[in-house]
Every structure is written in structure tokens, then in C-alpha cells.
């Protein structure tokens, strides 16, 4: 177990580094990763991404959910705040899915999956909960739905074996 001691000696070391000292609020790269909690899929690592890059929001399955949706709105009232207007105009969203996904585990639970996605039962084979790729695309397209006109979203499927990311929908602009 990493317990808090040795999670202070690290924190230690990563504040010596000093690296987080100029960083803005609002990401450097214009990017908002949506993804997993597995812990072999941190889209900071996946991806190569630096600290202050990228906004990053975790799920099970790293859905686009009515939560995900709730926190892409509190984001953007936090970007309005902070730059009095809507954000930069070239926001990427980016949605990573994986393989191997724990998921899948949860079809046999359908109820879970329901409330998750708070849709009836019966809506569930919508959502592709099985299938990686194909659900990449439905949250993909529930994205370029919500999102306001202009910004890019794209869907990725990391491969858990191989450490590979395919690009399923390639970043596309949301129009009006």
C-alpha cells in the first residue's frame, strides 16, 4: 500500500522540481482529455502529456455521461470567468476509451449501467458499452450534440497490450 507518508516524500521531490510554478489555470495545449480511472490508462502518460497541458477528466469506462456533460459545463463557466468569453476557439476534447476495459464487467449489471448513463435499461445496446471502438464513436457524437460550435473533438482507443492509441474519429470541428 503507498500510504500518505511516502505519497509526502514524493510530493517532496515533485515540488523541488519546481516545474508547476508558472502554470496557467486554463490548459497550454487547449485540450480536455476525457478517460478512464484504470490505472494502466492515465491519459497524462498514454499520451504524452506535460503537466498544465490538459485538462483531464476520469469516469468508469471514461464515458461521456450526463456528470461528464454537467462537468464540461462547470469548465466552461470557469473559463468564462477567467477570460471573460467562451475559450480559445481551437479546444480539442478528446475522448480515450481503451481495451481491456472493466466496463465490459458491468454489462452483466444492467441496472448499474442505467443509472450510470441515466437512460432506461432498454437504451443500454446505444451506448456500446462492449465494444471500445464503437463506443468512442457514440460519445464522440453525444460530444459534438452538447459542445458549442467551433471547438474540435476527436475519439482515440488506447490498446492496453501494445500501448498504442488508433485514432477512431479524427479531431472534426462541432458545427453550429
Do not use: Q
Amino acid at each position: 500500500m503507498i500510504d500518505t507518508d511516502e505519497l509526502a516524500e514524493r510530493n517532496a521531490g515533485f515540488a523541488d522540481g519546481g516545474s508547476f510554478a508558472d502554470l496557467k489555470l486554463l490548459p497550454s495545449g487547449s485540450l480536455t482529455v476525457i478517460g478512464c480511472v484504470d490505472p494502466r490508462v492515465d491519459p497524462s502518460d498514454v499520451l504524452g502529456l506535460k503537466l498544465g497541458e490538459a485538462a483531464v477528466i476520469r469516469n468508469v469506462g471514461g464515458r461521456v455521461t450526463p456528470a461528464t456533460l454537467w462537468t464540461l459545463g462547470m469548465l466552461s463557466k470557469v473559463v468564462r470567468a477567467r477570460t471573460g468569453g467562451s475559450g480559445p476557439s481551437d479546444t480539442h476534447y478528446a475522448v480515450l476509451h481503451h481495451t481491456d476495459c472493466g466496463i465490459t464487467d458491468l454489462a452483466a449489471f444492467p441496472e448499474v449501467l442505467a443509472d450510470y448513463f441515466e437512460v432506461p435499461a432498454g437504451d443500454l445496446d446505444a451506448k456500446a458499452v462492449t465494444d471500445p471502438v464503437a463506443a468512442v464513436r457514440v460519445d464522440v457524437e453525444t460530444l459534438k450534440l452538447k459542445l458549442r460550435a467551433g471547438v474540435f473533438v476527436s475519439g482515440l482507443v488506447y490498446d492496453v497490450a501494445t500501448g498504442l492509441i488508433d485514432v477512431v474519429v479524427p479531431p472534426a470541428r462541432v458545427e453550429a
